[in-house]
């Protein structure tokens, strides 16, 4: 497991903590090894989150669909599905890769607001276990391509039950201002069209209100709306295969209390043992997010003002978008902490952003350049939107299983990045 140091005092002399190592294996020898900035991802704790979602069900039908947009590294993809993991892709890319890490068409539901003629072209015809459709067109879309084909499509309705989520606005989608799914008065006018369209095979009702939630009611409150509608067909003559109820569960970046599997689990359980079907989840950050550390390496350190200075590292916002983009807080930690005076320091990235801020106003130990840092809990969202803005490479990624460590992906070359222009 990944070995977090205690966090720094406000004021004062910090206390000298060991160095941070990941299941035993030391940060400082992967750097010297492999470079910074780059990822390092616990397996060991991407194992015991999964399962710890996985038992909380107990012997309740359910199944775990991995949205492989908090990260798609196939390395983490594995060992999600030798945990007995489906998948939950946002892209035909996603699906592409999810199929060639082993998972079955049977394993995958296809989410997304945006799917493409061609993305559903390709993907009807593989027999998903759903297509989760976002509107009355996708849904007439996917009908014309199911009679081409002469063989129904699966697909799952996405409700829009205008629920707030009570998290960042940019990662909210249960509002009805926001973009995602068929709002509720609309969804009942086209569920009830179903029993007339026989290349249509409605398998589920599926709803997800958001991502990062870290209190229990607006999640009770979607488990409750879904069983409720699943009633509802079921009396309307349109039984169903299982409920959907998204994900989103946060994770604690900054110490706070969040909302336990055990409690999520059960609070979604109670919603749905009535209706006596199955649940699938789409977790995503729950699983990977405290998984994995972003480490960097200390290049510059200059003024910011009478009382503080910039820490300019390695990694910025093309490694980890989070923080410019939603001013997301993430712990940060020297690798081998310095003893002496904690000092007013402006974590910044290499980027020509001013935005390209890592942690603001950070209350730490010395730090000399040359220094290695980790960005914690950057394993949802991360790699994932990682870019190559300024010609950056993007970073290698390491997993750690076992108490050994290999290179899951290497540094991208800028000739990997010509590679792809004439």
């Not at 799952?156 to 201002?177: C, E, F, Y």
């Not at 900054?254 to 979604?268: E, Q």
């Not at 998984?291 to 300019?312: G, H, Q």
Request: hydrophobic share 45%; with cysteine; charged share 20%.
């Amino acid at each position: 497991m990944i070995a977090f140091s205690s966090r720094m005092p406000s004021t004062g002399i910090s206390p000298v903590s060991p160095a941070i190592s990941c299941d035993g294996v030391s940060i400082t020898a992967v750097a010297e090894a492999v470079g910074t900035p780059l990822y390092v991802t616990d397996a060991a704790q991407v194992r015991s989150r999964f399962e710890a979602l996985h038992h909380a069900f107990g012997d309740y039908p359910h199944a775990l669909h991995y949205a492989l947009k908090a990260n798609s590294l196939t390395g983490i993809l594995r060992v999600i599905r030798e945990l007995g993991g489906a998948a939950d892709a946002n892209s035909i890319w996603e699906i592409e890769v999810a199929r060639r890490v082993g998972f079955e068409p049977s394993e995958i539901v296809f989410t997304g607001v945006g799917k493409s003629g061609d993305e559903l072209a390709q993907a009807v015809p593989l027999g998903l276990k759903a297509i989760n459709v976002e509107s009355a067109g996708e849904l007439s879309r996917i009908e014309r391509i199911a009679e081409s084909l002469g063989r129904p499509a699966r697909v799952a309705v996405r409700v829009n039950p205008d629920i707030d989520a009570k998290s960042h606005p940019h990662i909210s989608t249960g509002l009805k201002i926001n973009k995602f799914g068929v709002p509720l008065d609309a969804a009942r006018e086209l569920l009830a069209t179903f029993s007339a369209r026989p290349w249509l095979q409605l398998v589920a009702i599926h709803v997800h209100i958001g991502s990062q939630i870290t209190s229990l009611e607006p999640l009770e409150r979607a488990a409750t709306f879904v069983a409720t509608m699943g009633g509802e067909l079921r009396r309307a003559g349109l039984p169903l295969e299982y409920l959907d109820v998204g994900g989103g569960l946060g994770i604690s970046y900054d110490g706070a209390p969040v909302v336990a599997p055990s409690d999520y689990v059960s609070a979604l359980v109670a919603a749905v043992r009535p209706t006596g079907l199955p649940i699938v989840i789409e977790p995503g950050r729950s699983i990977v997010g405290p998984a994995a550390m972003l480490v960097a390496r200390v290049i510059d350190i200059k003024p910011r003002n009478a009382v503080s200075e910039f820490v300019v590292i390695d990694a910025g916002m093309t490694e980890l978008m989070r923080p410019a983009l939603y001013g997301a807080f993430h712990r940060i930690d020297a690798v081998q902490p310095r003893a002496g005076d904690v000092r007013h320091y402006e974590i910044v990235g290499p980027v020509c952003e001013s935005s390209d801020v890592v942690g603001r106003d950070r209350m730490m130990a010395p730090l000399e350049v040359g220094d290695l840092v980790v960005v914690r809990d950057a394993g949802a969202y991360g790699s994932a939107m990682a870019s190559n803005y300024n010609r950056r490479p993007l970073p290698p990624e390491v997993i750690v299983d076992r108490g050994e460590w290999r290179v899951a992906r290497r540094r991208q070359t800028v000739d990997d990045m010509l590679s792809l222009e004439s």
